[in-house]
């Protein structure tokens, strides 16, 4: 079933509550611009979505809201594709299809969505070991692992926000880090690592998206 159909379920008190509330659970499931965990997380912060109707209202609300500008987003996407077609530019660009993909918020409250989501990160990493990882990428893994914690650290310190040195890094980083991603996830030899550096990736793409999208807006 489509986002609205269970948007429409989330509003009908003609519903037993926890109808409601799967409801609720299965939109996210369609629009999940953090992944699930990640918007889950984010919308319980309205209340105790399970038991508080005025909570899981207020959590659909903020959703529905980055949904509809995430949706204007697209449509402003496939417009500009359209006139560069005809002008026979037929491959968009790589950085732009990153970022409206990607991990991120979009609209009302984005970077607070996006500050949750690079705390909640942090702490699973924090409490992680470091894992085993391949010994021929050890050292820049571990360069990588160590760099970027410091990153997400200094984002969560100053309240979302980064040096220009510190964003322009990530960025360069960036690629190297999705490499090694996915060199861990086949073969399926580290399972550990792949997991590791996964979140890791996850939180360097939401911070590089979170402030990227505010140096554009100026």
Avoid at 29 to 39: E, V
Avoid at 160 to 167: I, S, T, Y
């Amino acid at each position: 079933m489509s986002f609205r159909v269970y948007a429409g379920r989330v509003r009908d008190r003609g519903l037993p509550f926890g109808r409601r509330h799967r409801a609720l659970r299965n939109a996210v499931g369609c629009y999940c611009p953090l992944g699930f965990n990640g918007t889950w997380a984010y919308l319980s912060a309205a209340g105790d979505l399970g038991k508080d109707e005025a909570a899981l209202l207020h959590a659909l609300d903020r959703l529905e809201a980055s949904r509809t500008v995430w949706i204007g987003e697209m449509e402003a996407f496939a417009e500009r594709r359209g006139a560069e077609k005809a002008r026979h530019r037929r491959t968009p660009r790589r950085a732009e299809t990153r970022h409206l993909l990607g991990w991120r918020w979009p609209g009302p409250e984005g970077r607070q969505a996006v500050l949750g989501e690079v705390g909640r990160l942090r702490a699973v990493h924090h409490r992680s070991p470091f894992p085993d990882v391949p010994a021929e990428d050890k050292d820049a893994l571990a360069e990588l692992d160590t760099w970027l914690a410091g990153c997400a650290s200094a984002y969560l310190a100053n309240g979302a926000d980064l040096d220009a040195g510190r964003r322009d890094a990530i960025a360069d980083r960036l690629p190297q880090l999705r490499r090694h991603v996915a060199r861990l996830g086949r073969p399926w030899d580290f399972p550990q690592a792949y997991e590791h550096f996964r979140l890791l990736l996850k939180t360097a793409e939401l911070i590089h998206n979170d402030t990227a999208a505010r140096d554009t807006r100026g």
